[in-house]
């Protein structure tokens, strides 16, 4: 039980263009779901908490403008990169959570940027 | 503001021997700290959290307000525990996780 799901796990895409990750809670429902980046070697940085019904609260330094964050029911959110440059190539992982503190992960998306 | 520091990025140990990664945390209330591990080319997945006071894999971890400190260690030290650790911790129920920088365990035969 709870798997967390992310679409697509790899996706190219050229400069300018824009580019959806969904992320799914395949089993259970999530009260929040979490958006991290994680660059090659480092750590998992948050961008963004949403709560289904509600916008996205950011963290400081991320542009909401550009990482637009759609959390539509309880079992998907969607990340929207828009207008992607490569300095936004990296790994974008998201997790649910139920509200007991437990968040769920799911694989990861690798963006490349080209 | 929350900060963890995990001192070690790398900590390469024997099979059989004792390991222990390191975790250090600044917060001003009371929080959750967790562990969670990242076997390769697997998700992130939850190893032990200090709530729950439970050993997972033989893994155990004590929370130690005086010190803000809760280090992760295992008696003897098995291949398969070779991953990439973070500590996390969270202040209260269903809110952001802040994590470490990582510590990636390797552990040879």
């Known amino acids: 039980g709870a798997v967390v799901s992310q679409h697509p796990s790899w996706v190219i895409c050229k400069s300018g263009t824009s580019v959806k990750i969904e992320c799914r809670s395949l089993d259970f429902q999530a009260t929040t779901m979490f958006w991290y980046r994680q660059f090659p070697k480092q750590s998992l940085m948050l961008m963004a908490t949403?709560?289904?019904?509600?916008?996205?609260?950011?963290e400081q330094g991320v542009e909401k403008d550009k990482f637009l964050i759609n959390h539509a029911s309880l079992t998907l959110s969607t990340l929207t990169v828009t207008s992607a440059h490569p300095e936004d190539s990296s790994f974008y992982i998201c997790?649910?959570?139920?509200?007991?503190?437990?968040?769920?992960f799911g694989p990861g998306t690798r963006l490349t940027v080209t | 503001a929350q900060r963890v520091t995990q001192p070690e990025k790398l900590l390469s140990v024997f099979k059989g021997a004792p390991v222990e990664l390191k975790c250090n945390y600044s917060y001003s209330g009371s929080p959750e700290l967790f562990w969670y591990v990242q076997y390769s080319r697997q998700r992130l997945q939850l190893l032990l959290r200090?709530?729950s006071r439970e050993s997972i894999k033989g893994f155990t971890a004590d929370l130690n307000k005086g010190e803000t400190s809760f280090h992760l260690k295992k008696p003897f030290a098995q291949e398969e525990d070779s991953a990439m650790y973070y500590c996390?911790?969270?202040?209260?129920?269903?809110?952001?996780?802040?994590f470490g920088e990582g510590t990636q365990l390797t552990v040879n035969p």
């Open positions: 997790s649910a959570g139920t509200g007991n503190y437990e968040q769920y």
């Open positions: 200090h709530i």
């Open positions: 949403s709560n289904e019904g509600s916008k996205a609260t950011y």
């Open positions: 996390a911790l969270s202040g209260t129920s269903g809110s952001r996780l802040t």
